[in-house]
């Protein structure tokens, strides 16, 4: 399965983007499928995870702190798809993000990633 991270851009802060995160197969059996981002001279860090992806709908979600009530993660099972809606942005949010579909075994495969640069 190959992902195909898209939806990056250049934002004012307090401005709004959704990413999007299309894999090429089905992910309905795969343990759950998330957004990172790396910072300038940072470490890789979480964003936001949705687990239950065989379900028809809903899924468990899990944020960082810093993001929680500013960002939205989502899943649409039909387009293979997961979605980061990103609001109220700010200028720490400024890094390269990356999705990310993890197996229940050693299966973890990461898209290519996409830069998001919010200016103050």
């Known amino acids: 399965v190959q992902l195909q991270a898209s939806g990056g851009g250049l934002v004012q802060a307090g401005g709004s983007l959704r990413l999007s995160c299309a894999a090429s197969g089905s992910i309905s059996n795969r343990r759950y499928m998330g957004w990172f981002r790396q910072a300038p001279g940072k470490q890789r860090e979480l964003v936001a995870t949705?687990?239950?992806?065989?379900?028809?709908?809903?899924?468990?979600?899990n944020y960082a702190d810093s993001v929680k009530g500013r960002f939205t993660i989502s899943r649409d099972n039909a387009k293979n798809t997961v979605y980061l809606q990103m609001g109220s942005l700010k200028p720490e949010d400024t890094a390269v993000y990356f999705c990310?579909?993890?197996?229940?075994?050693?299966?973890?495969?990461w898209g290519q990633g996409t830069q998001v640069t919010v200016s103050s």
């Open positions: 949705i687990t239950n992806l065989g379900s028809a709908s809903g899924g468990s979600t």
């Open positions: 990310r579909l993890r197996g229940w075994d050693t299966y973890d495969n």
